[in-house]
């Protein structure tokens, strides 16, 4: 897998990543994204298009890490900055939804990776693994463990 380097100092400075007003509505709106983005993935595989139910799979726990990032104040349309957050801010482990980003590029962007129906299976059983983890901390965070987030996510980023 290669590494990724993320200028956090640009994606602060054109905005890409930034601290925002905490919106149950959007939270809401990116958890709904999540679930439908799964139940297409679960589709797709059924009719063998494996490929895009790998891409789906992934962007399902991509949005449950932005629905999280919404409750507590923070915009990223990065998704590696958003990868490393997730690690940096709430302590989540990073590594499934990494492996996920790295399997949906060579899956969705280079026509010589064939796809089996097994990772398929196990990219759908991670994303369900992954998105039950975020939503079972979502909900129970406190208020006060929001603003806690909230203050340490705006602490780093003013780093920058």
Do not use: C, W
Not at 24 to 36: A, F, H, P, T
Not at 81 to 92: G, V
Not at 95 to 100: C, T
Not at 115 to 127: F, N, P, Q, R, W
């Amino acid at each position: 897998m290669k590494k990724q380097t993320i200028n956090l100092r640009k994606l602060v400075k054109l905005k890409i990543l930034q601290i925002v007003e905490p919106s149950e509505n959007l939270k809401n709106s990116y958890l709904q994204k999540s679930d439908d983005s799964l139940k297409s993935a679960k589709i797709l595989s059924t009719n063998g298009q494996y490929a895009d139910a790998i891409a789906l799979s992934y962007f399902s726990m991509y949005y449950s890490v932005l629905a999280l990032f919404y409750l507590i104040g923070v915009k990223s349309e990065n998704h590696n900055a958003s990868i490393f957050l997730l690690k940096r801010i709430f302590d989540i482990d990073n590594e499934v939804i990494k492996k996920a980003k790295f399997e949906r590029k060579d899956k969705q962007y280079y026509p010589n990776f064939a796809v089996s129906e097994k990772e398929v299976l196990d990219a759908l059983i991670s994303a369900e693994d992954f998105n039950a983890e975020i939503l079972n901390f979502i909900t129970g965070l406190t208020f006060k463990d929001r603003d806690s987030y909230f203050k340490k996510a705006k602490d780093f980023l003013e780093i920058y």
